[in-house]
């Protein structure tokens, strides 16, 4: 089995040292979605595409992309300073891996929705991923994507949502109501399954379960997480959307992975 | 135009396999025998464009050029951010069909209007606007955007057949003076007509149609024709800024032309605050044959 627990605290390691020497901010929204991007580029086949539709968590995807080899490290370093292929967001056209420039929410279900369609016409036995974040699900493309994925049976399409529950200026309860809960996606048509984000093993059985239910009905994944997950002073914090940290937080930031990964 | 384009659209899904069209649930009477010759690449989006787009721009990364069918506005308007940002800087084959560009919706209202979808859309990386003026510029329009792979726009009017045998491509030069012009007149879409018509019995005006915006070249035809006249006369279905005459004046003048005179008429919205047909907002604009058989004798004076 895969070691899991080291990949985490290694690539929260990498995350926050990219987001340090960055001295910028996006680091919380990063770490609530982090497993879920390793338990789908440790599933996905290599034609297969991710779509990071919450491109605010770009440096997850990045710190991703370097384990995978697809960026260097000298590529990854980077990362926000003039010239780079690394922008907050991600760009477009210079990674097979980030295949569009997403960052504006609510455009990426959408695009995996007609992929998703490509490969019904071609007949491929491919699969689809999507990866949104929970306030992204506030956005009106949201819900006509939704219903096109279901009326055209779009059961190689694998939606994950990061539900942290926190969103840009307040928590998503209290903003436009729980917009990704697993009752609607149910009562669209969506094969749906909640699941402990964090949890690695989990989500694999999760996706596993997707690829082996194929009829007819689109995947969700409604994933449970939690914002700045890893270090303790960022949890279920929104200014942590957008702080940087400095040196003396960075060290906390370091030393609260060790408690959490290492124990 | 709709008949030329759905017939057109069907040869080209007859020869090539990997194109698929998407209609924001419009096509009445126009895209069915499409519908059902190749049920697998006709997709009814439903009326929900910025996903049709989105699909569009992931249909077209996996290789499926892709025709997206809507009234213009609807088309343009609602889905510019997916055009923007899913098809353009991507540079995907998507090709955005807006039927009723200009007031071709007529007494449907102001919500059924396209007068700025030129301006909002030319400026677009890798995008080129085609705006056909007769109904057989459809065909040479969609062959173009086929080979050229990239983002488009076709803007679909009423227009009215040749009238008679004209030069295709970027530029219709649709009437030659034989001796030295007077005024060249330079129109883009299907109110070219009005210029023709005003045009009739005169022997020393230059007409000719733009294809395009941006304008992909300016033949020698018509810079000889200008550097000849040195007047210009614009009539576009289209509001004064980010259309055909802006773009014009631009070139002419880094091609260094020296003007006497520069006149543009264009689509001025809802002057009246009244609604009527294609012909009524046309008039309201002063787009109409009397107007430009007024402007033109005032420039040919």
Redesign the interface.
Known sequence: MTDFNSIQLQLRHKLLKLYFDANCGHIACSLSCLDLLIALFNQKRTQERVILSKGHAAGALYVMLNHTGEISDEELGTFYQNGTKLSAHPS??SFVNI???LG?L??G???????????K??ASSDFVYVLMSDGETNE??TW??A??AV??QLDNLIVLIDRNRLQGFGETADILGDTSNPIKWQSMGFHVQEVDGHDLNALETCIQECKLTLNGKPHVIIANTIKGKGVDYMENKMEWHYLPMNEEMYQKALASLEREYHA | MRKEFAAKINSLFASNQDLVFLTGDLGYNALEDIQSAYPNRFINAGVAEQNMVGLAAGLAYEGHPCFVYSIAPFAVYRAYEQIRLDVCIHNHPVCIVGNGGGYGYGIMGATHHATKDLACLSPLPNMICYIPAFAEDVEYCLDQIVERKGPSYLRLGLGIQYPKAITIGPINQVVQAIDKPALTVITQGPVVKNALKAMEGLENVDLFSILTLPILTLSPEILNSIALSKRVLVIEEHVERGGLAEYLLLQLTRAGLKLDSFEALNAKGYPSKTYGNQDFHWKESGLDVENIQHIISKLNS
């Open positions: 477009a056209n295949p569009f420039a504006s609510g455009h279900f959408s695009i995996a929705s007609g992929m998703s369609q490509s490969k016409i071609k009106g493309t006509e994507a219903h096109f009326s055209n």
